[in-house]
């Protein structure tokens, strides 16, 4: 079959141009932006990449196009698409009917940790040599790319809740039909699309509703949200997170590792050098989902201490005359918070410089502008980018004080953190896209300083 993906360039829509390809079809594509890294990582699959959307791509006479939810009305090749009434789905509905129909779909969604927890799943089930395929929204460094095929009768997918397409308002994850659904967290976001939380857990209920009986719902035991989701209706049995009568973590000891607990007994100790009670909260996440799929625990926990993370999830940048520069993906007040956090409990009294891009959909439009000062309380300085956003930054920020400084111009924001960082500094950069390609401008900077 040979398919046409409009929106090829995202992270999922590149992902099932990848598994399509090694899967044995034929697969072109089309974006507005067409460039690296997804650009040279489809290309070296084979993939033929037409940057824009011009009508004449019809012209390719693909089997199917399969459009990403990016792509709407008034785009000059869907328009085309429609008068002619050619054959189209969405990526979520291709992924179902042809790669996932027949698999044990471990599916992990959440506000927060979906793609930390689904790489942590993955790999226990890779360490435990069970080889499944995956879908993942970031890069697991144990495993070098973001998505794959095999034969494995698992696959493990980061369930988003975003729409699926201009034709199909549901969540993408009401087409993955998992055996093992890991609920994580709920909290409100996706501002552009949702107008409040019980709409997003309506979707969550719409994908309880698809886990059949003899399945399993991993679900946090500590949210109303959750809880409220569950009430609605569940005919799956349900193992919680974060509660004594569930999954449970002990408090880190120095080294890092801590106990992990499975309705108050001790199931042993994960030992790595992951940051954060987040990061806890996703390893159980993990070790439940694996342990359905048929991982001992045990094994699950060995695995574990073989994980190295997602790129992008307080990646070390580099480290110029004493001051540490990270990557990470928070955007989310939450996600911010823990993150800031997680750092803090490594480093102790040393100095952290956020620096923030409220990059969102839902950042953008403001919605959660007052809980990001909280946020960010922390750090001992605060940068924040605000190019493409249309509220008063500053103004959020005030009850920081002099901590706070909001910058339009990238350049000004880099050298505004040069000429604050000193040898021993954190410079924690979060933004869930590229921010300009930030990181290497400051080191730079910092060793030209």
């Known amino acids: 079959m040979h398919i046409h993906i409009l929106g090829i360039c995202g992270t999922f829509m590149g992902g099932i141009a990848v598994i399509a390809k090694r899967s044995g079809h ?10 690296p890294p997804m650009s040279t990582q489809l290309e070296s699959q084979g993939i033929r990449l037409i940057e824009g959307w011009d009508p004449k791509q019809i012209e390719l006479e693909p089997d199917l196009f399969v459009i990403g939810n990016v792509v709407s009305r008034g785009n000059a090749l869907v328009e085309e698409i429609l008068d002619r009434n050619l054959l189209y789905t969405s990526g979520p ?5 042809h790669v996932l129909r ?41 495993f070098g790319l973001s998505a794959r095929a095999t034969d494995s009768p698992f696959f493990v997918i980061e369930a988003d809740e975003y729409d699926t397409a201009f034709f199909d308002k549901r969540s993408k994850f009401v087409h993955y039909h998992p055996r093992t659904a890991v609920l994580s967290n709920l909290e409100y976001d996706h501002a552009d699309i949702f107008p409040d939380l019980a709409a997003i857990e309506m979707q969550f209920h719409h994908l309880v509703r698809t886990v059949p009986r003899h399945g399993l719902i991993v679900a946090n035991g500590r949210e109303q949200s959750m809880k409220r989701v569950l009430e609605r209706g569940c005919w799956t049995p349900v193992e919680l997170l974060g509660v004594d009568e569930g999954w449970s973590a002990a408090e880190p000891a ?29 390893a159980l996440a993990a070790l439940a989902a694996a342990r359905h799929a048929g991982v001992p625990v045990a094994q699950g926990l060995a695995a574990l201490a073989r994980f190295k993370n997602v790129k992008r999830r307080m990646e070390v940048r580099g480290v110029v005359n004493g001051v540490t520069v990270y990557d990470d993906f928070a955007h989310h007040p939450t996600a911010v918070q823990l993150t ?52 008063d930054a500053q103004g959020a920020l005030a009850r920081l004080g002099a901590r706070a400084a909001c910058y339009a111009d990238l350049a000004q924001l880099v050298e505004g953190i040069t000429a604050a960082a000193r040898p021993g500094d954190h410079v924690l950069i979060m933004s869930n896209g590229g921010f300009g390609g930030i990181h290497a ?7 030209d300083r």
């Open 102 to 142: 027949d698999k044990w779909v471990v599916a992990v969604a959440g506000t927060h940790g979906k793609t930390t927890t689904s790489s942590m799943a993955a790999w226990i089930l890779e360490d435990a040599g069970l080889n499944p395929g995956f879908l993942i929204g970031g890069v697991p460094e144990n």
């Open 340 to 391: 800031i956090a997680g750092l803090r409990a490594k480093i102790g009294s040393a100095r952290i410089l956020a620096v923030l891009e409220p990059r969102s959909a839902t950042m953008k439009l403001g919605v959660m502008k007052d809980s990001l000062a909280p946020s960010l309380s922390d750090a001992q300085m605060v940068f924040c980018y605000t190019g493409g956003i249309g509220w």
């Open 26 to 35: 034929e697969v072109t594509g089309c974006d507005a932006n067409v460039y």
């Open 93 to 97: 509905q291709w992924l179902y009917e």
């Open 441 to 447: 401008k400051l080191l730079q900077s910092l060793a």
């Open 254 to 282: 120095l080294d890092g590792g801590f106990e992990v607990r499975l309705r108050g007994r001790v199931e042993g100790i994960v030992r790595w050098e992951l940051l954060g009670e987040h990061n806890r909260h996703n």
